[in-house]
């Protein structure tokens, strides 16, 4: 029965991310406002949510490690294989605005989790926590980041309608209520499809003797992501490579400032040690796509293979480590 549980569960994944995408591609275009922004914002929120449950829940259980560990181990997974995968299928445009914001950006909240961590190395404390202090301090970049996408959209929507009003093109005549119910219906296929893969492939590895530990690192962390996985994979199938790059960093972004800020708020993370061999990983992993997306404004088949492989690796590390 777990293994049908988990069949359903990917289905509600891969046919909820074909809606969502869908959906939220023509939102987007009717409101004169790029892909790139849509998949920044109500594509990264929404795929994120797995991510939010999963660490707000183990925040209010006590349970600092999970909480940490999805968030880091999901966004490694995410700017290595999610990102490698999708341009190995259709390499993926990156626009110039991305390579000088949106990336140094993702870079900037991985730094800013790196020095709030190390309590015990920059103020001489006993033991490394993410305190309440540095949960507002993740949710102040937050809004800030917010505040940013807001003035881009209201500046790129402007643009938009200058643009139409010039264009004297029919204009696509757009099912308001049916994409909504696409976006909407997809987003949570996609919650409630990633919620089962978890609980289900998570009662296979402990049938297999996986511990705890390592199902976190894993199991949780690449279940929660499989929402980013499977709407970048299909936005890249549908030629919204915007969308697909979107989803990826702004996932990224959500992950460190809101998610952690808000479990941190909940209550104060206690740092395990091991971790910060990930964080610097994370950060390293950073640089690269941004390194990457600078060759031809683009991340291509050959990146993306060196790129899924170091996830391998480091699957390999983790396995190994534990």
Known sequence: MTYLFLLIGFALLIKGADFFVEGSSKIARALNVSPLLIGLTIVAFGTSSPEATV????????????????????????????????????????????????????????????????????????????????????????????????????????????????????????????NILFTLGGLAAIIFGGDVVVDNATKIAYSFGMSETLVGLTIVAVGTSLPELITSITAAIKKESEIALGNIVGSNIFNILFVLGTASIISPLAVDSKIFTDVLLMIALTITILIFSRTNHKIGKIEGVILAIAYIIYMVFIIIRN
Do not use: C, H
């Open 55 to 178: 660490s707000i829940v183990a925040a209010l259980e006590d349970n600092a490690g999970v909480a940490i560990g999805n968030v880091v181990g999901s966004n490694i997974f995410n700017i290595t294989f999610v990102v490698g995968l999708t341009a190995l299928i259709n390499p993926l445009k990156v626009e110039s605005v991305t390579i000088r914001k949106e990336i140094p950006f993702t870079l900037l909240a991985s730094v800013a989790l790196l020095v709030l961590i190390s309590d015990v190395s920059l103020q001489m404390l006993g033991a490394n926590f993410i305190t309440r202090s540095d949960g507002f301090i993740f949710l102040l970049f937050f809004a800030i980041f917010l505040y940013y996408i807001f003035e881009v959209a209201r500046q790129d929507r402007e643009k938009g309608l200058a643009n139409k009003n010039n264009d004297s093109t029919k204009v696509e005549n757009v099912s308001w209520g049916k």
